[in-house]
């Protein structure tokens, strides 16, 4: 059974740096690739950055470029957010997908809270 599993979320405040990470697990196959979504309160679901299992990532919006920085575990199919100089605009609950054989698999998501 596929699982997609976030952590690593939280409180910070403005300008400090937070990594989440996303767990995959239950599945064999190589060919995959997971991808960080995030969503604030009474707005859409925002793509913020993919990695395939080769490690190609795809570009950042320019929300977060230059701030966040996507990466995977050499192995396992582990992937992490890294998410430097947070704001305010921020905060949202960050998502996990999974892409596999054409089949999304979504995460509960981590709450990332950036607030003083």
């Known amino acids: 059974q596929v699982q997609v599993v976030e952590s690593g979320g939280g409180l910070v405040q403005p300008g400090e740096s937070l990594r989440i990470t996303c767990a995959a697990t239950?599945?064999?196959?190589?060919?995959?690739?997971m991808s960080w979504y995030r969503q604030a309160p009474g707005k859409e679901r925002e793509l913020v950055a993919a990695?395939?299992?080769?490690?190609?990532?795809?570009s950042y919006p320019d929300s977060v470029k230059g701030r966040f920085n996507i990466s995977r575990h050499r192995i396992k199919s582990t992937i992490y957010l890294q998410m430097n100089d947070l704001k305010p605009e921020d905060t949202a609950v960050y998502l996990c997908?999974?892409?596999?054989?054409?089949?999304?698999?979504w995460g509960q998501g981590t709450q990332v809270t950036v607030s003083s």
């Open positions: 997908k999974l892409r596999l054989l054409s089949t999304d698999f």
């Open positions: 239950g599945f064999t196959h190589a060919n995959y690739a």
């Open positions: 990695i395939t299992s080769t490690g190609i990532t795809t």
